[in-house]
């Protein structure tokens, strides 16, 4: 391995971006697997600082053009709509 090897500013986001993905899908477990109330408080609060930090990476990524998410198609939104409106109904 290279140790003069440096990553560009991409890459550094992409990664940070990955990680705040994973981060917050642990946080979100641990926090619906919570017996007490407080520290369920606690992982939610945490939760939400994640979530935070992963919008202001996903953010600067869109300001410099790196990170573009295509629009949703009608179709597959009236689509999940009416899959969580059939859930909605059975519940």
């Known amino acids: ?8 500013d991409k890459e ?4 940070v971006l990955s990680s705040q993905k994973h981060i917050t899908d642990v946080y979100n477990t641990y926090s ?4 007490n109330k407080q520290l369920q408080t ?5 939760l939400k600082e994640e979530h935070t930090i992963q ?3 996903f953010e ?3 300001k410099r053009g790196w990170y573009s998410p295509g629009a949703a198609q009608a179709q ?3 689509e999940t709509k009416t899959k969580f ?7």
Not at 1 to 8: A, D, E, K, L, R
Not at 85 to 91: K, S, V, Y
């Open 1 to 8: 391995m290279n140790t003069n090897q440096s990553f560009t």
């Open 12 to 15: 550094i986001l992409d990664d």
């Open 32 to 35: 619906n697997e919570c017996v």
């Open 42 to 46: 606690d992982m939610l609060n945490i």
């Open 55 to 57: 919008f202001t990476v």
């Open 60 to 62: 600067e990524m869109q």
């Open 76 to 78: 597959m939104i009236n």
């Open 85 to 91: 409106e059939n859930i909605a109904t059975q519940l």
